[in-house]
């Protein structure tokens, strides 16, 4: 009989959302397996650009600087455009810089995925909880409904197909992974899992889905793309920009890479009656590709990559089932065209949305979920990451058009979408993990979801600089804000030095939070493992504030290493990276002051007064982390 092996998740694929949902349990005891049925990691192609969102998740992980070193900055957008009056050919209409003021630093870089899909997975090394296996298949799910409330139980079992590769030699990706390449005899062995939870993260032709008998709504486009990933020997004069090419004959986006390589996205064909991608020819994609950038020459140096396909523009009915022990990550659960580059980056904005939930039901010391409370913060994936796909369904069908048939609002439209790709119009709807404004009743109250960097429960903390204030050092929020699985409750004291009712509320806050009995100490206490971390970000003059006269909450004392000098920042210049002005960028009043509480995944749960303890208690309460 087949020995049946027990994990808390599982996950099926191992591509960028599987493996960014991954590395959520690192430095944990939560037991974690992906497997996929490829024989190997993704070596090239596939999809390329990473936005500034993204680039903080990878911050967060701590891989950010060896992505970054890798990643090909893009700066310029040059726009053409069919010629006037009748003429042939195309020529350049507009060039725009790639730049959106409220981000306040590079809004797209480009690594390709099997890079991305790298250094994610070297970050695993070592971490004996997470297992990948390659040559896995799945071939049976069944989801036991009668232990679903039951929070130990382990009611996903999977059977897999695991090709054996019997050769000397073999080598492992990671030394916890199994082998995944030979030149041997093969031979399939079956094995049983039991998981409490599993993630498709299986692409677009996902099992789990099927599985799961969730539909795909939506349509297909009616084009066939082709994308090649070449070093090209031509006269076109913007080989080095992002470029969107309008002619008569078709549109192409061009984007640069790396080693004077660029990657092109080509409509070959559209109608009705489309060819299948499988039959068309690299031949023929270039020879489309010469046609629209006509008059300029384009001939071939070399090619390391080249694909066609059909997107369909769709949603998935459902994100979980079985009462959130089931979930369809990125491509499996949303598909659209390549254009406004969101493939990547959504599936691991979903991943990191999911993971932090997971890590907090799944974690065995304090706080402790009760069952009830456990599913209805995991219930709040779907609830969030839903809509955001729809958004960008809605989106990208008005993202093509805009190159088909551009208005004579061109610039503020493509402005709005630059904004709209990196995230900003994003907000998370009311929920256990989002608590609106004391006296706030609906969403509609706050106004729309505008295209800024602002404070608004829901909405990602906008990034920002500041120095700390024990050493004058540069920090930038996000990077500062490590994927550990703490909520942060950032205090925006002000220039608490000159007004001293900021400094009287500072004293007050600082003694709730430390508080085990009729505070937050219960929460904060316990040092870098502590479920909530408390930081400080002051206006006041850095000369007149001394760390060590701030109450211990913000300086906290290790019997083994001292005090904890990097909890505290002030908006101050930087010896040699300017000032990052933050009261000025996010609206703060430096005489009021604002206490924010920030999720693991960077965004806002709560926007509270600094002296409403009240409702900083009622956050972490209503969420469950807290004893009534």
Same mark, same amino acid.
């Given at each position: ?47 390329? #650009? ?23 900055? @893009? ?28 981000? #306040? ?16 997975? /070297? ?9 990948? /296996? ?44 199994? +082998? ?27 099992? $789990? ?88 020459? $384009? ?55 999911? #993971? ?30 839903? +809509? ?9 069908? #008005? ?65 920002? /600089? ?35 009712? @900021? ?5 007050? $806050?600082?003694?709730? @939070? ?20 408390? $930081? ?32 505290? @920042? ?19 009043? +430096? ?38």
């Amino acid at each position: 009989m087949t020995e049946v092996k027990t994990v808390d998740v599982l996950i099926i694929g191992a591509g960028p959302a599987g493996l960014a949902l991954a590395n959520w349990f690192r430095n944990t005891n939560i037991n974690v397996l992906l497997v996929d049925k490829k024989p190997l990691p993704t070596r090239r192609g596939k999809a390329e #650009g990473l936005k500034s969102t993204t680039n903080e998740i990878f911050d967060s992980y701590g891989i950010g600087p060896q992505i970054a070193a890798e990643s090909w900055r @893009l700066e310029e957008i040059a726009i053409w455009g069919q010629k006037k009056d009748g003429e042939s050919g195309i020529e350049r209409e507009q060039l725009i810089q790639d730049k959106v003021q409220e981000l #306040g630093k590079v809004r797209e870089t480009m690594l390709q995925q099997s890079r991305v899909e790298y250094h994610m997975q /070297q970050n695993l090394l070592g971490h004996k909880n997470i297992t990948i /296996q390659y040559n896995t298949q799945p071939v049976e799910v069944k989801i036991d409904e009668s232990p679903l409330h039951e929070d130990k139980a382990c009611p996903v079992e999977v059977r897999l197909i695991k090709t054996q590769v019997q050769s000397e030699g073999s080598s492992n990706v990671l030394e916890n992974s199994t +082998p995944h390449t030979a030149d041997g005899n093969t031979e399939e062995v079956e094995e049983r899992i039991r998981a409490k939870y599993i993630a498709g993260c299986d692409g677009a032709h996902s099992w $789990l889905r099927k599985q799961l008998q969730v539909q795909l709504e939506g349509d297909l486009t009616d084009s066939v793309f082709g994308v090649v990933d070449l070093i090209p020997k031509s006269n076109f004069p913007d080989l080095r920009r992002v470029c969107y090419l309008r002619a008569s004959t078709g549109t192409i986006l061009l984007v640069p890479r790396s080693n004077k390589e660029v990657r092109l996205y080509i409509p070959v064909e559209s109608g009705s009656s489309l060819s299948d991608p499988k039959d068309l020819t690299f031949d023929r994609i270039i020879s489309a590709a010469r046609k629209i950038m006509s008059p300029y020459t $384009l001939e071939v140096g070399s090619v390391s990559w080249w694909s066609a396909y059909r997107v369909g523009q769709r949603v998935g009915s459902h994100f979980s089932r079985h009462n959130e022990r089931a979930f369809l990550v990125g491509d499996a659960v949303h598909t659209h065209s390549p254009k406004a580059g969101q493939g990547m980056n959504t599936s691991i904005q979903d991943a990191y949305n999911l #993971g932090w939930k997971l890590r907090l039901v799944l974690q065995p010391t304090k706080p402790q979920l009760n069952p009830d409370a456990s599913r209805r913060l995991l219930a709040t994936y779907s609830t969030e990451r839903r +809509p955001v796909a729809q958004d960008l369904i809605s989106f990208d069908r #008005g993202y093509l058009k805009l190159f088909a048939a551009p208005s004579s609002q061109f610039d503020t439209e493509f402005l709005r979408a630059m904004k709209f790709t990196t995230g900003l119009s994003i907000r998370y709807p009311p929920s256990c993990a989002v608590q609106l404004p004391r006296g706030v009743e609906t969403p509609e109250q706050l106004g729309p979801s505008l295209l800024k960097a602002d404070l608004v429960p829901g909405k990602r903390l906008p990034d920002f /600089q500041a120095v700390y204030q024990a050493d004058g050092i540069t920090c930038w929020i996000h990077r500062r804000l490590q994927a550990t699985g703490s909520f942060r409750v950032i205090v925006f004291a002000g220039d608490f030095v000159t007004h001293p009712h @900021l400094s009287t509320n500072l004293q007050s $806050l600082g003694e709730y @939070l430390s508080n085990s009995e009729t505070g937050l100490g219960f929460l904060t206490a316990g040092g870098e493992a502590a479920p909530v971390e408390v $930081l400080m970000v002051h206006s006041a003059d850095r000369e007149k504030v001394e760390l060590l006269g701030l109450p211990e909450v913000f300086r906290p004392w290790s019997e083994t290493e001292g005090y904890d000098y990097w909890r505290v @920042l002030a908006d101050a210049e930087s010896v040699h990276e300017g000032h990052g002005r933050v009261y000025e960028r996010l609206d703060m009043d +430096p005489e009021k002051g604002k206490t924010l509480v920030v999720r693991p995944d960077g965004y806002i749960g709560a926007v509270l007064d600094i002296d409403d303890v009240e409702g900083l208690g009622g956050y972490f309460e209503k969420l469950g982390m807290l004893p009534k």
